[in-house]
């Protein structure tokens, strides 16, 4: 698999440190097959090792049409911290209150860890009032929360027009380098001969003017199909 010869780690080892000493949100946007996901697994993983020093929440709108209502999601998020920090239960019984309760929630972080809530594809949520603008996060934080969100670019302008503060991380694209480099290792990897004439085929496919390679989601296809 591609994974074997090409990943985010680089990427990843940067972003931990923005994720360290940053508050507010942190965007990790780019197009499709870009590696947004791996880079939310890597990260995710990583502080869930460190759970002396952080509250990890975490949510993938990629797994079933359920995962898609972000309330759903905030219903579970307060009921994981309640349990952390040892609360009684209580029931929300619209979805403002729940909003409501959940901002009122974050403030009960302990001032010896910090509250990291992890979403990726923010842009599969499903429209509705708390969703698009992430509006069930509050705009006013303390430096103890953040919130890093993997979407795409469109969704990247939603978002920042509701969290001013907002920072984004926008993933390139892959460059013809790069993407030859990929190619060379896999097929090392693999034990396999590369003709040139198959290079120069994946390297010449393009889609709506921009080179498919520039996605390892698409290159990742291509290379086990010709495997």
């Given amino acids: 698999k591609l994974a074997k010869v090409y990943d985010r780690k680089a990427v990843t080892e ?19 097959g870009t590696g947004k996901s791996c880079i939310y697994a890597l990260l995710v993983s990583h502080f869930l090792q460190q759970q002396d020093k952080y509250v990890v929440l975490y ?12 309330l759903l999601m905030l219903t579970r998020w307060i009921y994981q911290l309640e ?4 609360l009684p239960h209580i029931a929300c019984n619209t979805g403002k209150d729940a909003v409501t309760y959940f901002a009122n929630l974050i403030k ?30 509050p705009r006013s934080l303390h430096e103890q929360r953040l919130m890093i969100c993997t979407t795409t670019p469109e969704c990247t302008e939603k ?7 907002m920072e984004n991380y926008a993933l390139p694209p892959l460059s013809d380098i790069e993407a030859k480099a990929i190619i060379d290792r896999f097929y090392h990897y693999n034990s396999k001969e590369l003709y040139p004439q198959n290079l120069e085929k994946l390297l010449e496919r393009q889609h709506n003017g ?3 390679y520039a996605s390892p989601l698409w290159l990742n296809i291509a290379l086990n199909r010709l495997l």
Avoid: W
Wanted: glycine share 6%.
């Fill in 14 to 32: 940067g972003l931990v440190e923005k994720i360290r000493i940053n508050k507010g949100v942190l965007v990790i946007s780019g197009l499709s």
């Fill in 59 to 70: 949510h993938s709108t990629s797994v079933g049409m359920r995962s898609r209502e972000s």
């Fill in 83 to 86: 349990t952390e920090y040892q």
């Fill in 108 to 137: 009960k972080t302990p001032k010896t860890k910090k509250l990291l809530l992890f979403i990726d594809a923010t842009d599969g949520f499903l429209k509705s009032p708390y969703a698009d603008y992430l509006s069930f996060f």
């Fill in 159 to 165: 978002i920042a027009q509701y969290h001013r503060s």
């Fill in 210 to 212: 921009t080179p498919c």
